[in-house]
């Protein structure tokens, strides 16, 4: 049964960092690329970062390109994203995810506000 846990979210004042992490199980993760999405209110999903299955390659949007750094731990088959330099409108819930054949996998989410 794939399992993705985020964790690693709260509040922060702006400038801050916070890292998020995202445990896997249930799959061989080393052979998959995953991705950090976000979702704030009232507003679509949109994809953050993604890393490749051996963690070799990496993309970022633009709008966290420079700021955030996604990572990823093969041995703890945990995938990780760095945030820093903050801002409010990086509030949002952000979600871990890879695709398998035809099927999305999602996690729960975990809140990260950014706010003084």
């Known amino acids: 049964q794939v399992q993705l846990v985020e964790s690693g979210g709260g509040l922060v004042q702006p400038g801050g960092s916070l890292r998020l992490s995202c445990a896997a199980s249930?799959?061989?993760?080393?052979?998959?690329?995953m991705r950090w999405y976000r979702q704030a209110p009232g507003k679509e999903r949109e994809l953050v970062a993604t890393i490749s299955s051996s963690g070799d390659n990496t993309f970022y949007s633009d709008s966290v390109k420079g700021r955030f750094t996604i990572s990823r731990d093969n041995a703890k088959n945990t995938v990780y994203l760095q945030m820093n330099s903050l801002k409010p409108d990086d509030t949002a819930v952000y979600y871990c995810?890879?695709?398998?054949?035809?099927?999305?996998?999602w996690g729960q989410g975990t809140q990260v506000t950014v706010s003084s």
């Open positions: 249930g799959f061989t993760f080393s052979t998959y690329a």
């Open positions: 995810n890879f695709n398998r054949a035809r099927n999305t996998y």
